[in-house]
T-cell receptor, first 117, second 111 residues
Framework: GAGVSQTPSNKVTEKGKYVELRCDPI?????LYWYRQSLGQGPEFLIY????????DSGLPNDRFFAVRPEGSVSTLKIQRTERGDSAVYLC???????????????FGPGTRLTVL | AQKITQTQPGMFVQEKEAVTLDCTYD???????LFWYKQPSSGEMIFLIY??????QNATEGRYSLNFQKARKSANLVISASQLGDSAMYFC????????FGQGTTLQVKP
């Protein structure tokens, strides 16, 4: 597949449980982004990876949220001790990371809908 | 801090007519990018069009054009010859290291 893929597409969990969401970016894209979208809102930035390292994690809401990208390709967003307020669609995007950052187009995956009961 | 404002929560347009979706932005950066994305009911964010802050010409991509007025800090999306498949949520976003999105505008195209 040529696009960004995310698994699972839906995840239902109970309050207090641990969840992992996976993102597989477009081949060759070095930049990877995670966003969270609540119902009726625009996506909100969580974290950005350039290669294997987190270049900007300023959007992570608290220390229950963590993300990794160990080999510079697939990324996993990890949420510990889930709360009902974590329910949202989690979107992943990737980009080539153009020389001029402001031209860098991000391409999004279909998202993972997380429901915390 | 960067901010995007989309003041139209919902818009209607007749099929085959043109429609303008408003977007204003706020940033202190000199170099930035403005993006429009479409989100149909399926949920996927689809890239439509990009405008760089230093671009003098308005961006166009097929039926989409971006009316960029830098002094007014506006970046309105114009969709010409609307089609039923254009019914979706539309988001304006500014990039200065990460994308900051507006609240979105729901567009409904009437047959």
């Amino acid at each position: 597949g040529a696009g960004v893929s995310q698994t699972p597409s839906n995840k239902v969990t109970e309050k207090g449980k641990y969840v992992e969401l996976r993102c597989d970016p477009i081949s060759g894209h070095t930049a990877l982004y995670w966003y969270r979208q609540s119902l009726g809102q625009g996506p909100e930035f969580l974290i950005y990876f350039q290669g294997t390292g987190a270049a900007d994690d300023s959007g992570l809401p608290n220390d229950r949220f963590f993300a990794v990208r160990p080999e510079g390709s697939v990324s996993t967003l990890k949420i510990q001790r889930t709360e009902r307020g974590d329910s949202a669609v989690y979107l992943c995007a990737s980009s080539l990371k153009a020389v001029e950052p402001s031209t860098d187009t991000q391409y999004f995956g279909p998202g993972t809908r997380l429901t915390v009961l | 801090a960067q901010k995007i404002t989309q003041t139209q929560p919902g818009m209607f347009v007749q099929e085959k007519e043109a429609v303008t979706l408003d977007c204003t932005y706020d940033t202190s950066d000199q170099s930035y990018g403005l993006f429009w994305y479409k989100q149909p009911s399926s949920g996927e964010m689809i890239f439509l069009i990009y405008q760089g802050s230093y671009d003098e010409q308005n961006a166009t991509e097929g039926r989409y054009s971006l009316n960029f007025q830098k002094a007014r800090k506006s970046a309105n999306l114009v969709i010409s010859a609307s089609q039923l498949g254009d019914s979706a949520m539309y988001f304006c976003a500014i990039y200065t290291g990460k994308l900051i999105f507006g609240q979105g505008t729901t567009l409904q195209v009437k047959p």
